[in-house]
């Protein structure tokens, strides 16, 4: 059956409770401790545009080029391209990532979003739009770093 719980925002939301009385008893008691829904989409919201914001502001000063695509495609693809690049240039010099600067394909940042740093790298090296580059990323990155 239904329970009304009062969650530690305040709010009050209904759950249904499944298992014995004392399974139920100890589900009630943790759901009190936690935020009701809505709050906690919206504190997973303002994570996530916290979280943008720093990834923008880690970027700043990379000159990027624009993304070609439809608009949906380019605002998505915006969105993945700050995210990973905030990450990659975090992790590497920006030459190394000098290949994944420059690709400006919106359906492309899309279609590898879900490739690991590496691999991303490697790809942004072999796509399309920046082939003409690649013999300077590949000596890049055979150049042993100074450190
Ligand atoms: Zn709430």
Not at 26 to 47: G, M, N, P, Y
Not at 54 to 75: E, F, K, M, V, Y
């Amino acid at each position: 059956m239904e329970q009304q719980i009062i969650h530690a925002c305040g709010h009050e939301q209904g759950h249904y409770l499944t298992g014995y009385d004392s399974q139920q008893e100890r589900k009630a008691k943790w759901l009190k401790t936690t935020s009701c829904r809505d709050c906690f989409v919206a504190e997973k919201r303002a994570d996530e545009a916290a979280a943008a914001a720093l990834s923008s502001a880690a970027i700043a000063h990379l000159n990027l080029p624009l993304l070609t695509g439809t608009d949906r495609q380019i605002s998505w693809a915006s969105t993945i391209r700050t995210k990973r690049l905030a990450a990659l240039t975090n992790a590497n010099s920006d030459a190394v990532c000098s290949a994944c600067l420059r690709v400006t394909d919106a359906k492309w940042w899309i279609d590898r979003r879900d490739l690991t740093d590496v691999d991303l790298m490697v790809a942004a090296a072999q796509a399309p739009d920046i082939q003409s580059a690649t013999a300077v990323t590949a000596s890049i990155m055979n150049t042993p770093r100074m450190t």
